[in-house]
């Protein structure tokens, strides 16, 4: 009765579990399953470590629980049967701990070639924008013509933010208050952002579109609404939106 169960059962719960990994292993789209599409210049390589990351733990994962099922079942208590007593194996431990550690090391140094891209010197800046987060809103600023925060032809938006594709952008970003996160899903892109502390990031979008940016820190009672928006454009459109928001600045 119980040998039935495990065996009809177990195999396709286990399955069930891990299905996502199997269907990325096995189709090319496969950076898409579980993560939005990811529109920033990194995005494909934090993709690939996620899914590596993925696809190995849920190997271990099958052998590791597969193989104590097997001994559950397989040694399991019986009339007449006695306990007896095992030293182990010295190779078999070796294995399987030479083999994890090589695993490990290689992944520590693909994760600080990807960390090194994406959080070292930033490359030169195309454009700098200042976000400054604060209860519960995204307060965007534009330097404007001559390149310089805080002069006369800054231009100054709440929760909008437009960004030029294939373009360098380097953010500044601040808090007025207490601690939010700068949250672009689609850029992979998720940064605490600390009230005394201004935190430089750099990103180039691959793809134009609206996207929606979360606080993904619990900042407050509204927390839940501090909602910017965000647009990827032609860098002609970008142009012309940051005239026509200076005019409407200018002219209110
Ligand atoms: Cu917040």
Redesign the pocket.
């Known amino acids: 009765m119980l040998r039935r169960f495990c065996i009809r059962w177990i195999p396709a719960f286990i399955s069930w579990l891990v299905a996502p990994s199997w269907v990325f292993a096995f189709s090319r789209s496969g950076a898409r399953v579980w993560l939005p599409e990811g529109i920033s210049t990194v995005a494909p390589e934090i993709d690939r470590l996620f899914y590596i990351v993925l696809v190995l733990t849920s190997v271990v994962f099958v052998l590791v629980q597969g193989t104590l099922l097997v001994f559950l079942v397989r040694y399991r208590r019986r009339p007449g049967r006695k306990a007896s007593y095992s030293h182990g194996n010295y190779r078999v431990e070796v294995v399987w701990t030479l083999i994890p550690a090589i695993i490990l090391i290689w992944l520590a140094f693909q994760n600080q070639r990807v960390w090194s891209k994406v959080r070292g010197t930033p490359p030169p800046a195309d454009l700098e924008v200042e976000v400054t ?1 604060e ?2 809103a995204w307060n965007i600023r534009y330097a404007g013509q001559d390149g310089a925060f805080n002069t006369q032809d800054d231009v100054l938006t709440i929760n909008q933010l437009h960004l030029p594709i294939h373009q360098t952008i380097l953010i500044h970003l601040k808090s007025k208050d ?1 601690i ?2 700068f949250f672009v899903p689609q850029f992979r892109f998720k940064q605490d ?1 600390v009230p005394g502390l201004t935190t430089h990031v750099w990103l180039s979008a691959t793809k134009s579109g609206q996207y929606e940016i979360a ?1 993904a ?4 009672l509204g ?1 839940y609404r ?1 909602r910017g928006f965000l647009t990827v454009e032609s860098p002609e459109a970008f142009t012309a939106w940051l005239a026509e928001m200076f005019k409407e600045q200018t002219a209110s």
């Open positions: 987060a209860q519960f207490v939010h996160s952002v606080c820190e619990l900042c407050g927390h501090m």
